[in-house]
């Protein structure tokens, strides 16, 4: 079965440190383009940070310069090591897969998707003196 | 930035009833990168829709995607109870990798 657990939240004072972690099972991380969305209490979704399969790494606005992607093959695990933590990053985080396909039209060229396909059940931080 | 707008923030029907929900970007986006996304809560999002129109595994065809360019609607049949939920749209881009609409709060009385 293809599920991901993440783990790591909790509750930090601002400017701590924290180290989320995402293990999966029923895939591999290092070959799939892997994603952190977090969801603000009562808000909506939004894109955190991005490792592509050959170790690419994006990252928001809001977060780059203060998070870290990776992965690692021999645990099977995506990590998200947030640093320099504010309020605002107070949130539900959950890691997802996201799939990559292709379709081949009879005419012109070839057609790429992108969309998340699976999600883990998200992990809370609290950043909160 | 790409920015998609859903609307109408609240929806709510009767079961049987047929919702329509709209998502709006601010540029053209290419069809193969609009999803949508069932979230109820306290639970992850769920993905239905990918390519603007294909289902996902496992989703039943009361759940139906259309639309190209800038608008693309969600539609669901034959409303039941348990599609209660908050649903995203979602794209993928250049920067911001992806980003989602606000969502649409789907209630079944």
């Known amino acids: 079965e293809v599920q991901m657990v993440e783990s790591g939240g909790g509750l930090v004072q601002p400017g701590g440190s924290l180290r989320l972690s995402c293990a999966a099972s029923g895939f591999t991380v290092r070959s799939n383009y892997m994603s952190w969305v977090r969801q603000a209490p009562g808000k909506g979704l939004e894109w955190v940070s991005l490792?592509?399969?050959?170790?690419?790494?994006e990252y928001a606005d809001s977060v780059k310069g203060r998070f870290i992607i990776s992965g690692d093959n021999s645990k099977n695990t995506l990590w998200l090591q947030m640093n320099s933590l504010r309020a605002e990053d107070s949130a539900v985080y959950y890691c997802?897969?996201?799939?990559?396909?292709?379709?081949?039209?009879?005419?012109?060229?070839?057609?790429?998707?992108?969309?998340?396909?699976?999600w883990g059940k998200g992990t809370t931080v609290t950043v909160s003196s | 930035e790409i920015v998609l707008t859903q609307s109408p923030g609240t929806l709510s029907l009767s079961p049987g009833e047929r919702a329509t929900l709209s998502c709006r970007a601010s540029?053209?986006?290419?069809?193969?990168?609009l999803a949508w996304y069932q979230q109820t809560p306290g639970q992850a999002p769920r993905l239905l829709i990918y390519?603007?129109?294909s289902r996902a595994t496992g989703i039943p065809d009361r759940f139906s995607g259309s639309g190209s360019g800038t608008d693309f609607t969600l539609t669901i049949n034959r409303l039941e109870p348990e599609d209660s939920a908050v649903y995203y749209c979602q794209q993928y881009g250049n920067s911001p990798r992806y980003t989602f609409g606000q969502g649409t709060k789907l209630e079944i009385k």
């Open positions: 540029q053209r986006i290419s069809s193969s990168y």
């Open positions: 490792l592509n399969s050959d170790g690419t790494t």
């Open positions: 997802a897969r996201d799939q990559v396909s292709v379709t081949y039209p009879v005419y012109g060229g070839p057609t790429y998707y992108h969309y998340m396909d699976v």
């Open positions: 390519g603007a129109s």
